[in-house]
């Protein structure tokens, strides 16, 4: 096996700092070596709950120097043990609205599928760490088959979301008997694929896994590229076979403090997307998770940050940001219509229930924002 074998990325993971400094000596003896170091504590306290772990290929795209939005995805950050803001591990009630284990079921006509709790590198904001990068707590055979028969015998369900964890972590035979077995059920008018693979780790797709999907389009493949930095030749090579075996790719990402949350971060990753062939589909505001306030960017900012966007680029590269609602009130977009002017702030739903959000944080925090932190950066 070599460097371009996504099995190969997966078994030689750095998941530990000195695996890490082993993948990377270029930064011994510079400042990446010093902040690193200094993150030990932090790479302790995590590790019994949400593990570290990222691929040499993910890895490679990391600022030899300097603290860039590739190592803030990744690193442990003290912040996580101490968040007072958020205490929930699971704010949008998905595991209470689980009919047989494993799958999501909160709108009328959608579920949402964990097949995997396994992701080729662990982001410090997911927004399921309660469960994500524990192997242990992967579908069994048996609930697998138990979430597709709830499927087959719940004729209102049109739509099916593979999500996890990575669902692509799971070995191309699995997929097929999965996603066959969907095409199988004429109820179903959609089957989307929520991995950031192509992200992490594009060795995935592979020509045999552009295959498979060939034999079983349409199917929607979501992304989740979070900076324009992780779009590279590689990815853009595996979002090709993906478009090539017909599928539409969507592109859903988060916004991050100190990451992306900038004109000029959102500008340059919408038009990578949008060169890879890949159209920028939703932004999430960050979900209020126990462990990820440190990533959070306040909402008055954000939407700021759309009204900039949409006066300078073209209508097709604007993702839709959206807030998912606490209490498993479900997903509204971030604008006047769904938003009550309230202390504390509050949204409607698609049915019109209000749901109370956190408030913002105040402007000047003293946190970074991409803006501050990126050479270049642009302010909003
Ligand atoms: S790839 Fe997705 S599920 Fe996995 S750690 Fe990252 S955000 Fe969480």
């Known amino acids: 096996?070599?460097?371009?074998?996504?099995?190969?990325?997966?078994?030689?993971?750095?998941?530990?700092?000195?695996?890490?400094?082993?993948?990377?000596?270029?930064?011994?003896?510079?400042?990446?070596?010093?902040?690193?170091?200094?993150?030990?504590?932090?790479?302790?306290?995590?590790?019994?709950?949400?593990?570290?772990?990222?691929?040499?290929?993910?890895?490679?795209?990391?600022?030899?120097?300097?603290?860039?939005?590739?190592?803030?995805?990744?690193?442990p950050d003290e912040a996580e043990l101490s968040d007072h803001r958020f205490t929930q591990p699971d704010p949008l009630a998905e595991e209470s609205h689980m009919p047989v284990p494993g799958l999501t079921h909160r709108y009328p006509d959608r579920v949402l599928w964990y097949l995997s709790h396994n992701c080729a590198v662990y982001c410090r904001f997911c927004m399921r760490k309660r469960k994500v990068s524990r192997s242990e707590s992967a579908p069994t055979l048996h609930q697998r088959n138990a979430a597709l028969e709830y499927i087959r015998s719940n004729r209102a369900i049109s739509e099916v979301i593979l999500s996890g964890g990575d669902p692509l972590s799971q070995s191309d035979e699995i997929l097929y008997s999965i996603l066959s077995e969907l095409k199988r059920m004429d109820h179903l008018s959609s089957i989307r694929i929520h991995t950031r693979m192509p992200v992490t780790c594009p060795q995935r797709i592979t020509a045999s896994f552009a295959r498979m999907l060939r034999r079983l389009e349409p199917i929607t493949v979501v992304t989740h590229f979070n900076h324009a930095q992780e779009c590279t030749e590689q990815s853009a090579r595996a979002i090709r076979q993906i478009r090539r075996s017909g599928c539409?790719?969507?592109?859903?990402?988060?916004?991050?403090?100190?990451?992306?949350?900038?004109?000029?971060?959102?500008r340059d990753l919408q038009h990578q997307l949008l060169r890879m062939g890949v159209k920028p589909y939703y932004l999430h505001q960050c979900d209020e998770v126990q462990g990820v306030s440190?990533?959070?960017?306040?909402?008055?900012?954000?939407?700021?940050?759309?009204?900039?966007?949409?006066?300078?680029?073209?209508?097709?590269?604007?993702?839709?940001?959206?807030?998912?609602?606490?209490?498993?009130?479900?997903?509204?977009?971030?604008?006047?219509?769904?938003?009550?002017?309230?202390?504390?702030?509050?949204?409607?739903?698609?049915?019109?229930?209000?749901?109370a959000v956190h408030p913002d944080i105040p402007e000047n925090s003293g946190r970074l924002s991409a803006s501050q932190s990126s050479p270049g950066g642009e302010s909003i």
């Not at 539409?248 to 959102?266: C, F, K, Y």
């Not at 960017?297 to 604007?318: A, H, Y």
Request: charged residues 25%; aromatic residues 10%.
């Open 1 to 75: 096996m070599k460097a371009s074998d996504w099995q190969w990325q997966l078994q030689n993971r750095a998941k530990t700092l000195e695996q890490l400094f082993a993948l990377r000596p270029d930064i011994l003896g510079g400042p990446m070596e010093k902040e690193i170091r200094g993150r030990q504590k932090a790479f302790d306290g995590t590790a019994h709950q949400f593990r570290f772990s990222v691929t040499p290929y993910y890895l490679s795209l990391a600022s030899r120097t300097e603290l860039d939005p590739i190592w803030r995805q990744i690193l």
């Open 248 to 266: 539409l790719v969507l592109n859903q990402s988060v916004l991050l403090s100190g990451i992306n949350d900038s004109v000029r971060a959102q």
């Open 294 to 355: 440190h990533f959070r960017v306040n909402l008055s900012r954000g939407m700021e940050l759309q009204k900039e966007l949409r006066g300078r680029n073209p209508g097709i590269s604007l993702p839709l940001y959206v807030i998912d609602l606490p209490g498993g009130g479900g997903k509204v977009p971030v604008d006047s219509s769904y938003f009550v002017q309230k202390s504390p702030p509050e949204f409607k739903n698609f049915e019109g229930h209000r749901f």
